[in-house]
Every structure is written in structure tokens, then in C-alpha cells.
């Protein structure tokens, strides 16, 4: 089994990885010794910058007994152009499983061709193991999941994808508010929205900030957007989450935020800092959510 986008698990494998995740935490914060993945070994392919996610694995695989190797893509013969099909049955060979940060059609590609299971450690379509995360974090503040209202205000991306399509398969209503132009894929919104609930795009902010058990929100520039930054700061100026948004929301909402943030563009520092703001326990969730991916994908 792959783990490429969200859609790869059901409601019932999500909670599944939840109560695992729920459960190594427990254990490691006891200083428990996991040994589930002794002997496992995981590569760690990088085409792009990564700070939660690279170190979040790492520690995972060692914290279960395994093994990790980081691998930037320039030191590997992919940079001198060996094909992705060949890089893919190679490394098959040697480890038991492959994450990849890089092109979505990269990731496709290595799925495709390697006889291990691949992980999508961010491309520009979605960040599921982000998602991940986030429904722990979800799940450990609110109890649950059913009829919440999960918030997204600023640009639909690919973290924006993979929200939309959790909030889907664990019967969360979504609101996502972005700029006209800056809206999340059609594809992944429709087949989030056949799964039965209810899925809201909006251009105005109050309408996803309004009565939100969650609020949620990316930077405005995104790795693969730079030469876009000025233009994007100035659309995204009315998408903000401050006090005043936070105000519209119920009393126990939870803000959420993938990281890293550009304090004062999508989420002022009151905000980040302030009592609503779940951002770091967020980030320390991709440690035990991964941890419980990978004994399921590898164990």
C-alpha cells in the first residue's frame, strides 16, 4: 500500500491511525521502548526544502527501532538524470519503504515503479501526511469529529487539498474562503463532496470563520510561488486570521497552521501565540501520526 494522497485511506484506516498514534504517544512520552520497525529501513528523498517533515520521520523510524537514510536529490544519481522507474526498483531493493518530497509526477512515478510502499511527503497537489496530523490534533482537542466545522481561510493549496479531503472522510463539514483565482483543485473538491458531506468554497473570510470548531491557515506564498509574491500579498490582504476572525468563531475553536508562518500576512502573532492556537501541538503531532503510518505501512 501507497499513502499518496488522503484518498488512499478510509474513514475506518484514519481512526485506525489515530488510536495507534494515540497510543505510541503514550508509550514514548512514558519512555516505553517500540521496537515495531527493528530492522526496517525508510529513504527520505527530498527535491525540496523541509524542516517537520524530514526531521519528523526520522525520528519516527528511529523511535521505532528503524532506520532512516535522508537523501537530497542532487547526490543521487536522479540529479545527473537517471530515470525516476530505475532510482524506484533500485532502492526497492535495499529498503523496506520510500518518502519523496517532490513533483507530483515524480511521486507518481516512484509509486508506480518501486515494489516498497511510497509516502507523499508534499508535492504540489497535496500534503497528506500533514493532514495526518492535523486530524490527530483535531481528534485529541475535540473528542471526535462528526458535524464539526473546519474552516480554511487563504490559499487553496495543496495542504488545502488534503484538508478538504480528511475533513471529508471523517464527516467534517469544510468552508474553505480563498481570493477568486486561488481556489483548491475541482477534481478534489468533487470527490470530496461525493462523499457525502458538505463542502463550501467561498471568497468571503466570514463565512468560513463563522461558528468554526477549527480554523485553519497556510502562507500566502508558497515554495513553488515566489516570483508570484507581491501580487499574492496583496490579493491575500482581507484573508487573514487575526483576533477579529478568531472573535467569529466559537469560544473553543482551535487554530491550526501547517508551518512555517509568516507572522503578520496569514495569522497575526496574537493569534499564533494566544490561547485558541493549537500550531505546536499540531507540528508535534507529525512525529506520532508518522509513527503510526509507518507501522502500518511497514510493520
Not at 488510536?19 to 525540496?48: H, I, V
Not at 496530523?133 to 480554511?152: M, N, P, Q, R, V
Not at 463563522?210 to 513553488?224: C, G, I, P, Q, R
Amino acid at each position: 500500500m501507497n499513502f499518496i494522497s488522503m484518498c488512499d485511506l478510509t474513514h475506518e484506516g484514519i481512526i485506525d491511525i489515530l488510536e495507534k498514534a494515540e497510543d505510541l504517544k503514550e508509550r514514548r512520552k512514558r519512555g516505553k521502548t517500540l521496537d515495531m520497525l527493528k530492522n526496517k529501513s525508510l529513504a527520505m528523498l527530498f527535491e525540496k526544502p523541509s524542516t517537520r517533515t524530514r526531521v519528523s520521520f526520522e525520528v519516527a523510524m528511529t523511535s521505532l527501532g528503524g532506520h532512516a537514510l535522508y537523501l537530497n536529490w542532487q547526490d543521487l544519481q536522479l540529479g545527473r538524470g537517471e530515470l525516476i522507474k530505475d532510482t524506484a526498483r533500485a532502492l526497492s531493493g535495499y529498503v523496506d519503504g520510500i518518502v519523496i518530497r517532490g513533483r507530483n509526477d515524480v511521486v507518481s512515478e516512484f509509486a508506480k515503479h518501486a515494489s516498497v510502499p511510497v509516502i507523499n511527503a508534499l508535492t504540489e497537489v497535496e500534503h497528506p501526511c500533514q493532514s495526518l496530523a492535523d486530524l490527530l490534533t483535531i481528534y485529541e482537542f475535540k473528542k471526535g469529529f462528526s458535524g464539526l466545522k473546519f474552516g480554511w481561510i487563504g490559499d487553496g493549496n495543496n495542504v488545502c487539498n488534503s484538508s478538504i479531503l480528511a475533513g471529508a472522510l471523517v464527516g467534517m463539514n469544510v468552508v474553505v474562503a480563498c481570493p477568486k483565482g486561488y481556489e483548491p483543485d475541482e477534481k478534489i473538491v468533487s470527490r470530496a463532496r461525493g462523499l457525502g458531506v458538505n463542502v463550501k468554497i467561498t471568497h468571503d473570510p466570514k463565512e468560513a470563520a463563522e461558528d468554526a470548531d477549527v480554523l485553519y491557515t497556510d502562507v500566502w506564498v508558497s515554495m513553488s510561488d515566489e516570483a508570484q509574491k507581491k501580487k499574492r500579498v496583496r490579493d491575500f490582504q482581507e484573508f487573514q486570521i487575526n483576533e477579529n476572525i478568531v472573535k467569529m468563531a466559537k469560544p473553543d475553536v482551535i487554530v491550526m497552521h501547517c508551518l512555517p508562518a509568516h507572522r503578520g500576512e496569514e495569522v497575526t502573532d496574537d493569534v499564533l501565540e494566544g490561547p485558541n492556537s493549537a500550531i505546536f501541538k499540531q507540528a508535534e503531532n507529525r512525529l506520532y501520526a508518522q509513527m503510526a503510518l509507518l507501522v502500518r505501512l511497514l510493520g
